[in-house]
């Protein structure tokens, strides 16, 4: 059974960090992209960053460009997003997915085949 386990979340002050991680099982991890998405109550779910199967593509939302970066471990069958200087807009669930593709990545929710159940991210004072 396919499964993706996000973990990392919590609560920070503008201007943190925080080091989210996607825990990938039941599936051939090697042949998917990954992407993180983040959904706020009452907006749609919007891509964060991607990063293809072997790492060389990756994509990243104007809005956290600069400041969010995405890794992936296949060793380990886990994916990073590393997101530093953190701002309240940021809160969000955030969701990472999994879809197959042999080349490069794509931020289009309805691509992604495999979701995790999330994790909250809030930043405040």
């Known amino acids: 059974q396919p499964q993706l386990v996000e973990s990392g979340g919590g609560l920070v002050q503008p201007g943190g960090s925080l080091r989210l991680s996607c825990a990938a099982s039941g599936f051939t991890w090697n042949y998917y992209a990954i992407g993180w998405f983040r959904q706020v109550p009452g907006k749609e779910r919007d891509g964060v960053s991607c990063?293809?199967?072997?790492?060389?593509?990756?994509s990243v939302a104007d809005s956290v460009k600069g400041r969010f970066t995405i890794s992936r471990d296949n060793a380990k069958g886990t994916v990073y997003l590393q997101m530093n200087n953190l701002q309240p807009e940021d809160t969000a669930v955030y969701y990472c997915?999994?879809?197959?593709?042999?080349?490069?990545?794509?931020?289009?929710?309805?691509?992604?085949?495999?979701w995790g159940q999330g994790t909250q991210v809030t930043v405040s004072t």
């Open positions: 997915a999994a879809y197959f593709r042999t080349y490069g990545c794509i931020l289009v929710v309805s691509q992604y085949e495999y």
């Open positions: 990063i293809s199967k072997n790492s060389g593509i990756t």
